[in-house]
């Protein structure tokens, strides 16, 4: 799915003046079949910029161009709006802020029911989403609002992944997660790139998260895109992404404090284990 932003300004008033708008001169281009990031201070404009893409926010100038959907501020009614989220899915910070039934099978299914899908794929689209996020049937009469971060977190994807969307947004998706709960839901996304073929879009903080499964990543500063470029790129530079308030991650903070205390590279590396092995090396 091509999606692309050219010359996005966007303001919640429409009196603002272009200098002070959320959003300032956004051009990017999402890749395919990839995961990209998009990363910054609180307050960058990040979740406003992912909103555009299924039309939650109109630009106040410019277009956002989903394929053939092209989104614009005289975008006052977008002709067949619906074709385009259900090929867009979007989870939200906080998963149990997205439910609302009783049982995982009625919050899994009830998007398909208000879209018509036929009830006899209902079921096995409940069943199968459930599985590509790696929970058993045993879910489906459980109730959503009982289980644990990391659980209410793959209801919420699987929710979004029973209409076999093209792109999957996810907005802080590691928010209350712990370590083992943050490692399968990276697993799950890898998965979805590498297996399922989607593009799939991270907002977040978490830059350790970022660092390990990001084909590409955005850096948004005071609402507008300040660097970009693949994670070795942007995260290469430490005093630079200092200035945006943003945090190396630990494998590269480690690479680069070795460099400084013995003037050894050991490369960038985004698994720990790889650096463990770098070391050994440079030790013999």
Do not use: C
Request: charged content about 30%; aromatic content about 10%.
């Amino acid at each position: 799915m091509e999606i692309k932003f050219n010359n996005v300004y966007f303001s919640y008033n429409k009196n603002t003046p272009i200098e002070n708008e959320v959003l300032k001169n956004i051009n990017l281009d999402i890749k395919e079949g990839k995961i990209s990031s998009i990363i910054g201070r609180s307050g960058s404009g990040k979740s406003t910029l992912v909103e555009m893409i299924n039309a939650l926010n109109i630009p106040s100038k410019g277009e956002v161009k989903i394929n053939d959907f092209i989104i614009t501020n005289k975008s006052k009614r977008i002709k067949n709006i619906n074709d385009l989220r259900v090929n867009i899915g979007l989870i939200f910070q906080f998963p149990e802020e997205q439910f609302f039934n009783m049982t995982v099978y009625d919050e899994i299914s009830f998007g398909m029911k208000y879209f018509n899908y036929k009830t006899k794929d209902i079921e096995k689209r409940v069943k199968d989403s459930l599985k590509m996020v790696g929970l058993n049937q045993n879910y489906i009469n459980r109730n959503p609002f009982t289980l644990s971060n990391g659980e209410k977190r793959k209801v919420a994807i699987a929710s979004i992944l029973a209409f076999n969307p093209e792109v999957i947004i996810l907005d802080e998706p590691t928010i209350g997660l712990d370590s083992i709960s943050k490692k399968n839901l990276i697993m799950l996304l890898r998965n979805l790139k590498t297996r399922y073929k989607k593009t799939i879009i991270i907002v977040s903080h978490d830059n350790d998260l970022i660092h390990k499964i990001s084909d590409y990543i955005y850096v948004l500063d005071n609402g507008e895109i300040v660097v970009e470029g693949d994670k070795y790129t942007v995260f290469k530079d430490e005093e630079k992404l200092k200035k945006y308030g943003i945090r190396v991650p630990n494998e590269i903070e480690f690479a680069n404090l070795v460099y400084k205390k013995t003037g050894k590279k050991i490369g960038y590396r985004d698994d720990i284990n790889d650096i463990i092995k770098d070391v050994y090396r440079n030790a013999r």
